[in-house]
């Protein structure tokens, strides 16, 4: 048995049924959960930075929707259906752990409720998602954010480090 997985247990013995469906909703809980949803100002595009946890192989489907008013409008994704008003409006770019929407000439019309939501494929509706509250006047500039994402570690690590130098004497604060 792995003592980190504990998968082993599903797999011992002869093959039956119910180990077979525990092990992939295991990885659709495991392998793609929304970890952060961010909103910020490119110019006159939104900018929303789904970043989510990316331990399997199998495809994760996504969708970014937006809901106004009580009413869902599905604007990108693999799930539903985008809406036309929102079609030319999109672009979107996809890494490991992170999926990003541009909304183009974004209004207040566009604000109110922002989801990015993802499930593996073929899985039962097993899902992860995070929403963010966007209000045009409350945006800040991307800039700001992806800086402080990028350099989050090497920040902490300097400041981890100072106790450090300072007691071999390199600085002194």
Do not use: W
């Amino acid at each position: 048995m792995n003592p980190t997985t504990g998968i082993a247990l599903l797999l011992t013995g002869p093959p039956n049924l119910e180990g077979a469906l525990l092990v992939p909703v295991l990885q659709v809980a495991c392998g793609q959960k929304v970890t952060s949803l961010t909103a910020c100002l490119v110019d006159q595009s939104l900018r929303l930075d789904c970043r989510h946890e990316n331990t399997t192989a199998l495809p994760i489907q996504y969708e970014f929707s937006l809901t106004r008013e009580t009413k869902k409008h599905v604007l990108f994704g693999t799930v539903g259906v985008p809406e036309h008003t929102y079609r030319s409006r999109t672009s979107f770019t996809s890494k490991y752990n992170i999926k990003v929407l541009y909304l183009s000439s974004f209004t207040t019309k566009d604000e109110g409720l922002y989801t990015c939501e993802l499930r593996l494929s073929g899985q039962p509706p097993v899902v992860s998602n995070k929403t963010v509250s966007v209000l045009r006047d409350k945006l800040v500039k991307c800039e700001g954010i992806s800086l402080l994402a990028q350099n989050t570690s090497r920040l902490l690590l300097l400041l981890l480090s100072l106790p450090l130098l300072q007691a071999m004497d390199f600085i002194s604060l």
